[in-house]
């Protein structure tokens, strides 16, 4: 079994997804190669919390141009993960 740690990259931090704490959902970065029950057991043994579900996606990397050599480049893809909790549970991460 995989380091939970090495799943959970970092929390994601943006209006949307502060915004949408208020009802239980977090966003976090995760590594591309993880599953969805590998991120469910992951959050749960971190926080200590009960995932109800969760939704990934994953964004591509935008294309890039060095300034000098005009050679075309591109930035890593990411995986997000939105997962939402039991009513009740919150992660003390992100609270005020």
Request: charged share 30%.
């Amino acid at each position: 079994m995989k380091d939970p740690r090495d799943i959970i990259l970092a929390p994601v931090v943006s209006e949307k997804s502060y915004a949408l704490i208020e009802s239980g959902v977090y966003t976090f970065k995760v590594d591309p190669r993880a599953s969805k029950p590998e991120i469910h057991d992951a959050v749960e043994s971190i926080w200590g919390v009960t995932v109800l579900k969760v939704n990934t996606l994953t964004r591509k990397g935008k294309a890039t141009r060095a300034r000098k050599s005009n050679k075309a480049g591109r930035k890593a893809d990411s995986k997000r993960a939105i997962v939402t909790l039991a009513p009740g549970s919150e992660i003390p991460l992100f609270e005020n």
